[in-house]
């Protein structure tokens, strides 16, 4: 599927919209010129993150079918060396509790390991979605980042494997959610924990860009919290190897949290992540978006361009100069250096190190707790995991 049907998107997503194909297709990625050349300027959100490349419908439809028809080598070949084949001995301990998400291709799974007694998050790709919406490779580029990073506010990856017809990414679960689901719940989150909160990111996503990667779906739902309330940012699925010096193109990301150089279709680079983290640190201190999310890139470039981002009188100044630096049109001028954070008024009181921020819990989150282990029941061994998992939605599953 491509860009034509995106009107059936769902509804169901939970940030709003994430810049993404609709209820049938994923991780939509869209070229500048592809839309030009199909003619299609304009897309439909649903709200999740758009990854898939878009191509004309009769293209996208008649490559997805000779996807699906691969004989079965070649298809296992396709997903290595990051998806290695699965060993039967290796999961069978493997125990499904429940669904966590409905991620965009496939469920997210909360799944025991018997032996070891440990709980994680697996995510299920089947491949034939995968071939179909092209993002074979992002899939790859996904496993490939996150078995590169180890940073302490980073979720890591645990295992990835392929079953014939399921790719799998395993991480260890994080039992308290993901930062969206503490602001529903709380909606204005005070000060001292959003200086938390923000130097957390800051170092991951310092971090990363002197690796010369670039994440670029920045947002809350990608932020999970460990149990003590500390952030680990996930989801590399829109991730990418950018040297420093380098411009991206592709237009992708979640539409209210895309900077506005990304909206046009680049050039872009590091910055426009922390872009994305201004708008981030916007909701999370007003309980606002900074803008209200459009329905497609055109019109959210327009309102990124038209908008003030005033900030509330209550913001004490300190942030009220953070969120202005992190929004600012123009990327050079943006906020972007780990030193101009440091020495920023807002950080006064923050030492930028992981193990002094992780030193006491984040008071708020302890408060939130809810408990684990009441809401997920045992719903069946995982024997055969590699079954129509993306159809066993019999268990716990979010609305
Ligand atoms: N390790 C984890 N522990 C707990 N929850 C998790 C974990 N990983 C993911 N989740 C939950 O699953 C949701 C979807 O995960 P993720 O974003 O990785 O999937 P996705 O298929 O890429 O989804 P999308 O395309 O919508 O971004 C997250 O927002 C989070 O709530």
């Not at 419908?57 to 396709?78: H, M, N, T």
Request: net charge neutral; charged share 20%.
């Amino acid at each position: 599927m491509g860009i034509w049907d995106m009107g059936n998107a769902s509804s169901d997503l939970k940030s709003g919209p994430t810049f993404f194909g609709g209820a049938s297709s994923w991780k939509t990625q869209l070229t500048t010129d592809h839309l030009v050349a199909s003619g299609l300027s304009r897309l439909w959100v649903a709200g999740r993150t758009l990854k898939e490349k878009c191509r004309t419908a009769q293209a996208s439809g008649s490559q997805g079918e000779k996807a699906a028809e691969r004989p079965l080598p070649q298809r296992v070949s396709l997903f290595l060396p990051e998806f290695p084949i699965w060993q039967p001995t290796q999961h069978q301990q493997l125990k499904i509790l429940g669904c966590v998400a409905k991620g965009s291709l496939g469920p997210v799974l909360k799944v025991l390991d018997c032996a070891q007694q440990q709980m994680y998050a697996l995510k299920v790709l089947p491949k034939d979605e995968v071939l179909r919406r092209k993002t074979l490779k992002q899939c790859k580029e996904e496993v490939s980042i996150q078995r590169q990073v180890k940073h302490p506010f980073i979720q890591c990856l645990g295992n990835s494997w392929q079953g014939q017809q399921h790719l799998f990414i395993m991480c260890s679960y994080c039992s308290f959610g993901d930062l969206y689901s503490l602001w529903t719940s709380t909606k204005c989150i005070d000060e001292d924990t959003v200086r938390i909160f923000a130097a957390e990111l800051i170092l991951v996503l310092a971090y990363l860009h002197d690796l010369g990667i670039v994440h670029r779906d920045v947002k809350m739902e990608n932020i999970l919290l460990d149990e003590r309330g500390h952030l680990k940012l996930s989801d590399f699925g829109l991730a990418k190897h950018l040297p420093v010096g380098e411009r991206a193109y592709t237009i992708c990301g979640t539409l209210q949290y895309m900077a506005p150089e990304v909206l046009s279709g680049g050039p872009y680079s590091h910055s426009a992540d922390w872009w994305s983290l201004g708008v981030l640190l916007f909701a999370l201190s007003t309980g606002e978006l900074p803008v209200a999310p459009e329905n497609d890139h055109v019109s959210m470039l327009e309102t990124v361009a038209q908008a003030t981002y005033d900030v509330p009188v209550c913001l004490s100044q300190g942030l009220s100069h953070l969120l202005k630096e992190l929004l600012c049109r123009l990327p050079r001028q943006r906020i972007r250096y780990l030193h101009q954070f440091k020495s920023h008024c807002f950080f006064r009181t923050v030492a930028f190190d992981p193990v002094l921020l992780q030193k006491s819990p984040v008071d708020l989150v302890m408060k939130m707790r809810r408990s684990e282990m009441t809401d997920f029941q045992a719903v069946g061994m995982f024997e055969d995991f590699d079954c129509e998992l993306t159809r066993t939605v019999d268990f716990p599953c979010p609305a």
